[in-house]
C-alpha cells in the first residue's frame, strides 16, 4: 500500500500562513480522493479537508473553513493545504489520507486510505 509523506510544517505565529504537501507515489494518484486530518495533543484526530479525485469537490471542517484551502497538482502527485490566519489551536500533528472516502454524518470524516506520518504544525500566540 502506497504511503503518502507530508512536509511543510513548522512553527508559525499567529495570523502567520504555512502550506503544506502531501507527495504519493503511483501512476494512480489522479484516481484518489485525499484528505488532511490533525492532532492536537491529549486530543482525538479529527477531520480537517478532503479533495475529491478530480479536484471538483472539497470538504473542510467547521474550524477551519475560509481559513484552510485544499487543492491538488496531479502532475506533481500532491495534494497542498494553504493555512492562513492560523490559530494556536491549529497546533497540531497534520496527517495526510490517500484514498479514504468522505462521509457526513453531521461533520466530515474519511473511512479507509492510507496515511502518511505527519507534518508537526506550531502556532505560537
Known amino acids: 500500500q502506497v504511503q503518502p509523506v507530508e512536509t511543510g510544517g513548522g512553527l508559525v505565529q499567529a495570523g502567520g500562513s504555512l502550506r503544506l504537501s502531501c507527495t504519493a507515489s503511483?501512476?494512480?494518484?489522479?484516481?484518489?480522493?485525499m484528505g488532511w486530518y490533525r492532532q492536537a495533543p491529549g486530543k482525538e484526530r479529527e477531520f480537517v479537508a478532503s479533495?475529491?479525485?478530480?479536484?471538483?469537490?472539497?470538504f473542510y471542517a467547521d474550524s477551519v473553513q475560509g481559513r484552510f484551502t485544499i487543492s491538488r497538482d496531479d502532475a506533481k502527485n500532491t495534494v497542498y493545504l494553504q493555512m492562513n490566519s492560523l490559530k494556536p489551536e491549529d497546533t497540531a500533528i497534520y496527517y495526510c489520507?490517500?484514498?479514504?472516502?468522505?462521509?457526513?454524518?453531521?461533520?466530515?470524516?474519511?473511512?479507509?486510505?492510507?496515511w502518511g506520518q505527519g507534518t508537526q504544525v506550531t502556532v505560537s500566540s
Open positions: 479533495i475529491s479525485w478530480s479536484g471538483g469537490a472539497t
Open positions: 489520507n490517500l484514498g479514504g472516502a468522505t462521509h457526513y454524518d453531521g461533520s466530515y470524516y474519511l473511512v479507509g486510505g492510507s
Open positions: 503511483g501512476r494512480t494518484f489522479s484516481s484518489y480522493d
